[in-house]
């Protein structure tokens, strides 16, 4: 299937659309069953009201709304692990839990210390960090404008303060950030006057590129990647970098450092642009992201181009013009022979193997769209036997490194349907298949004929693929 995340107004707007999304509608309902909506918990977090009850008539629709066009279908990362995974989770149960979460604080040192006291640690932690902090600050105030900016962050520390200083001085400006718009304007308005990049920064393309040859020789110092991933080091676990600390890291930088900065103000404030910079990372697990924010459209590009992940990031208007370039889905084992003869006489393979010891030769090459909305690259190779054998994969191209369920029940069907009941007798996929993909014993699809040959089988993290034998009469 086709993955396609939609960021949250997209969402919104498909509940009563104008034009321009009744013909996204319409798409989604031609396309139904070859595409796949995710949700993530970053479009729950744009549900939840900063002010009010957290539950109301217009909430209990997007709900429904995020249920009907997703079916329950969710990408999440919880708290410490490292990746992305794929759910089954009504989004009303998921929105109450993150509800519940939200009512959280975001940091409180007396709290944490509160806590500690009742193994005994906490007062004996404070007194450990009543310490010098090293930071000459008579060197700092040196240079009034800088010192006066840092003091104006933190306060405390500025005032020959100590490492405990220090630490409430940052839970101090984490959550006034958090709540108070103008804090993170501030920073990023001090930021831009402490670098000193052209304005044309904003619209720079390959920006992160030239970031990285411009920052070095401005009050900077460094290069922008260098700095962005000592910023994520200090996210990750065991010294170790994860995916979502380095691409949040990166998007909110390029931000800060003047690349399409985001309008900040007291509705749209510093939650709602990370709730951007996270929708973007979810994204980056799917085939498409479609949002019509032109900001956050030209980060999240910016941000996939330098980490290579090929999804396409496209406008509602874009999307639709996009869909019109889709394949049909196949009808007939015709129609199938036919794509595999298109694909064949396609040019640009790569020779990957060249002749050994055993005579075979195979050549590679990516596909445009995917086969069967499925497989998005293609092996063949010609045997000593006179045989050719054309191999079908997913290879990652996106951070993604899984499957929903779904999307192989649909392969599975959808050949079955062509090509009729398989000669192993297995059928349609059925939910107790589940438990053997997870445990890497899948019940392989075989159909064969005289000269044509078709399996269907596990492959490990690449999920299903497809090969086909074709020998010579």
């Known amino acids: 299937m086709i993955r396609v995340y939609f960021d949250w107004n997209v969402f919104t707007s498909l509940k009563n659309p104008i034009a321009e999304f009744e013909g996204l509608s319409d798409l989604i309902q031609k396309w139904r069953s070859s595409v796949l909506i995710p949700y993530s918990d970053a479009h729950l977090d744009d549900l939840i009201p900063s002010k009010g009850p957290a539950y109301n008539d217009f909430i209990e629709k997007d709900l429904e709304n995020i249920s009907k066009l997703t079916a329950g279908h969710c990408l999440v990362q919880y708290f410490g692990k490292d990746k992305v995974v794929p759910e089954i989770t009504a989004p009303a149960r998921f929105y109450k839990e ?46 009034t404008e800088t010192f006066e900016s ?56 390959n920006v992160i590129e030239r970031l990285d040859a411009t920052l070095p020789n401005t009050t900077f110092g460094r290069d922008f990647s260098g700095f962005t991933l000592e910023y994520a080091s200090k996210n990750g676990q065991d010294n170790q970098v994860s995916r979502y600390s380095y691409f949040i890291a990166t998007y909110m930088n390029l931000d800060l450092l003047g690349f399409r900065p985001e309008k900040i103000t007291q509705k749209n404030g510093f ?11 979810y994204a980056g697990h799917c085939d498409y992201y479609i949002t019509n924010d032109k900001k956050g459209k030209h980060k999240a590009k910016a941000v996939f181009e330098h980490l290579k992940i090929e999804t396409e990031v496209l406008n509602v208007s874009e999307f639709i013009e996009q869909v019109g370039n889709w394949k ?39 596909l445009d769209h995917k086969f069967l909305n499925f497989f998005n690259t293609v092996y063949r190779s010609l045997l000593p036997s006179g045989e050719n054998k054309i191999h079908f994969v997913w290879e990652p191209t996106t951070y993604s490194e899984f499957w929903f369920f779904k999307e192989i029940e649909t392969l599975v069907n959808h050949l079955v349907e062509v090509w009729g009941e398989d000669h192993t007798g297995v059928g349609m996929f059925t939910e107790s298949e589940i438990s053997c993909l997870l445990d890497a014993k899948w019940a392989p699809r075989r159909w064969r004929w005289e000269f044509l040959g078709i399996d269907l089988h596990y492959q490990g993290l690449f999920g299903i693929a497809m090969t086909l034998t074709i020998t010579s009469k």
Do not use: C
């Open 98 to 143: 993150q509800v519940e979460r939200r009512g959280e604080k975001l940091f409180d040192w007396d709290e944490l210390i509160s806590e500690l006291n009742e193994f005994g640690m906490g007062d004996a932690i404070t007194e450990l960090l009543k310490v010098g902090t090293g930071i000459d600050v008579e060197a700092i105030k040196q240079d």
């Open 271 to 281: 939650p709602n642009f990370l709730n951007d910079a996270r929708h973007a990372f």
């Open 150 to 205: 840092l003091a104006a962050m933190l306060p405390r520390t500025m005032d020959g303060g100590t490492l405990l200083d220090v630490v409430k001085d940052l839970q101090d400006l984490s959550n006034n950030m958090w709540a108070e718009p103008d804090r993170y304007k501030e920073i990023r308005s001090q930021v831009k006057d402490n670098v000193e990049l052209p304005r044309e920064v904003s619209n720079w393309e």
């Open 328 to 366: 049909p889905l196949l009808h007939s084992h015709f129609d199938f022979l036919d794509q595999v003869v298109q694909i064949l006489e396609l040019p640009g393979w790569d020779l990957v193997v060249s002749e050994d010891g055993a005579g075979e030769t195979t050549y590679r090459r990516e």
